[in-house]
């Protein structure tokens, strides 16, 4: 699958050249330099989305620990029975998400088991339509951990690398496989077997057996999660770029945002700062729009762009009305990414759709017993 949506790239050599081959070719007169007319806002853009990351991590790390208290209260045999479930977890079961997405689309019912999952991913799946993939670069912990790495690997080893060419681009086919393999599977459950699986014991303490998986990691699981750490610190992103199915389903529905990076090639200088700080390694100074999959709207090439109105994050222009495109703010990006996910959280709260409906009983059954619960096989409790 073609990961990379690259047009009007602006060609390097004139028109002219390219219609005479047969000719001896001119000597080419050196691009005249445009004069820079240089930006004299400041750019809050970074200062922003770093914010939102810290924050958004902050309170991964606040439901992860109130998600192991929870865990624990059962494993030691219920006796402090205060600590709520915190349902947020289930932003980390992106399959049961998936699933609850096509029972609910099929059946039009919330579904009472890992329902909060389902309405996070209504969220990141409708930022990802308003402004790129954004929620990889403003919002995603593990998105962020990766950005913390390649900036600690690039002060360690003085710069990132790029995989050669023919490699990077394997390599990135990989998280559409991973996501095209789920969403066959998922496909292929009819609405009774999806309900079979989330009521199965597993289904049930998914949330728990991920935990698990990483409190009780195995010598297979550290050494592959060492392999992308160390990765991680030389090649950017290296799980967002290659490997996350999740990231790989926000990127193709950001492919139908009306919001595009956009360029003024009238005013560019063709520095070329922006491609060089683009973290997703686009040609950003040789395209006019940046319709790839890969972009995430970190607005990292719009920070460093020394020339005035030149690069921004843009919707289109409308014919008659307003036919220039219209430049979004920072503050606007802002305040959309937070509505969105406020609002959809906000909106199944208060609906009563946020949380399992799981008896206590049930818990105190099947959570010290995690390790016993094994993934249903296909057509199993039916
Ligand atoms: S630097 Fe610009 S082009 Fe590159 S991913 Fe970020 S927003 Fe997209
Ligand atoms: S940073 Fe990119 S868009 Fe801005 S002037 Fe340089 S080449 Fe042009």
Redesign the pocket.
């Known amino acids: 699958m073609a990961t990379q949506v690259h047009s009007e790239i602006i060609p390097d050599t004139p028109s002219e050249v390219v219609d005479a081959p047969l000719q001896r070719p001119a000597k080419l007169a050196p691009k005249p330099r445009k004069k820079l007319v240089r930006r004299t806002d400041r750019d809050y853009s970074q200062i922003v989305r770093r914010s939102f990351q810290g924050a958004f991590l902050l309170l991964n790390v606040w439901i992860g620990s109130i998600f192991y208290s929870w865990v624990r209260q059962f494993e030691l045999g219920g006796a402090t029975g205060s600590v709520a479930r915190p349902a947020g977890v289930e932003g980390w079961l992106p399959i049961a998400a998936l699933m609850n997405l096509k029972y609910f689309a099929l059946t039009h019912h919330v579904p009472s088991l890992h329902p909060a999952g389902m309405f996070l991913l209504l969220s990141f799946l409708a930022m990802s339509f308003l402004f790129r993939k954004a929620f990889c670069s403003w919002l995603c912990p593990v998105g962020t951990i990766s950005e913390y790495l390649w900036q600690l690997g690039r002060k360690l080893f003085g710069r990132n690398f790029h995989l050669p060419d023919w490699l990077d681009v394997g390599l990135r086919g990989l998280k559409y496989l991973l996501l095209g393999f789920f969403v066959w599977a998922v496909s292929s459950m009819a609405v009774g077997e999806i309900t079979a699986f989330m009521n199965s014991p597993y289904g049930v303490i998914a949330d728990v057996k991920m935990l698990n998986f990483f409190r009780h990691m195995g010598e297979t699981g550290a050494i592959v999660l060492g392999v992308l750490v160390v990765a991680s610190l030389f090649v950017q992103n290296f799980w967002c770029r290659y490997l996350c199915p999740y990231g790989a389903l926000l990127g193709i529905t950001s492919l139908f945002s009306p919001a595009r990076i956009r360029?003024n090639v009238e005013t560019?200088?063709?520095?070329?700062?922006?491609?060089k700080a683009c973290p997703s390694a686009l040609p950003?100074?040789r395209l006019v729009t940046i319709k790839s999959a890969e972009c995430t709207g970190c607005l990292e090439?719009v920070a460093?762009?020394?020339?005035k109105d030149?690069?921004s994050l843009a919707l289109p222009g409308i014919p008659e009305l307003a036919p220039q495109p219209r430049t979004m703010p920072v503050w606007a990006m802002a305040a959309g990414i937070a509505v969105l996910f406020f609002g959809i959280v906000g909106f199944a709260k208060t609906a009563g759709y946020w949380d399992s409906h799981v008896a206590r009983a049930t818990y105190e059954a099947l959570v010290p017993n995690a390790d016993q619960a094994r993934h249903p096989m296909p057509g199993e409790n039916q």
């Open positions: 360029r560019c200088i063709d520095c070329a700062k922006c491609a950003v100074d090439c460093v762009c020394p020339a030149t690069l």
